[in-house]
């Protein structure tokens, strides 16, 4: 049914096609918060996305705004064929800055891409409003999956990139990053050695 495909904007959707690889057909809105996880490979190390699916029906907005602390990352999704919720973004991006950590990583998606002669909004005006709030943007599609993996996978690397160059630690609390044993050592070791460079050898 694709009527439920315009009801929202397809987190929900985009969510499904990203863990099962397909589209979620029978997608009504989401009541409160649901869940889903992955297992990827990115840049040789292997990460277990967590995921949380937050309604975004206003009457949800307290219940879902509890889910932004501890999130090291958010896909900010619109419409690209609803005017409406684009001109909702920046009351959302303003939640995500205010209520999560304030390093956490913000992918902007604009979804239902299949649908382009519905457009309301071109790939310029959303190009420029991610440049001005420094998001990271993108045009999916959960109907074909275009640009979907891409999406939260370029999110999963913005955060390893972080915990690499030092600007995210794990260790604090409420960083929404846990390491697992195995990746634990694989994470560590860039910045073990970024430490230990620059002392004296001594030579």
């Not at 609803?82 to 205010?98: F, G, H, I, K, V």
């Not at 390093?103 to 420029?128: M, Q």
């Amino acid at each position: 049914n694709r009527d439920n495909y315009y009801a929202g904007t397809g987190k929900s959707c985009l969510l499904h096609q990203f863990i099962e690889n397909k589209f979620k057909q029978d997608s009504n809105h989401t009541i409160g918060v649901e869940f889903g996880s992955r297992v990827v490979n990115v840049g040789g190390k292997t990460v277990k996305l967590q995921i949380w699916d937050t309604a975004g029906q206003e009457r949800f907005r307290s219940v879902t705004r509890s889910y932004y602390r501890g999130a090291a990352g958010a896909l900010l999704v619109y419409d690209i064929t609803s005017r409406e919720t684009y001109n909702s973004l920046a009351a959302w991006l303003t939640d995500a800055r205010t209520l999560a950590s304030p390093n956490i990583v913000v992918i902007l998606c604009g979804n239902k891409k299949d649908l382009d002669p519905e457009r309301e909004v071109t790939f310029l005006e959303a190009s420029r409003f991610a440049q001005e709030n420094e998001l990271m943007f993108l045009e999916t599609s959960a109907l074909t999956g275009e640009n979907v993996e891409e999406a939260f996978l370029k999110c999963a690397r913005t955060i390893l990139n972080k915990i690499d160059s030092g600007e995210l630690d794990p260790e604090r609390m409420g960083s929404g990053i846990q390491y697992g044993d195995a990746s634990l050592r694989q994470l560590r070791q860039p910045r073990s050695a970024q430490a230990v460079a620059p002392q004296p050898c001594g030579c």
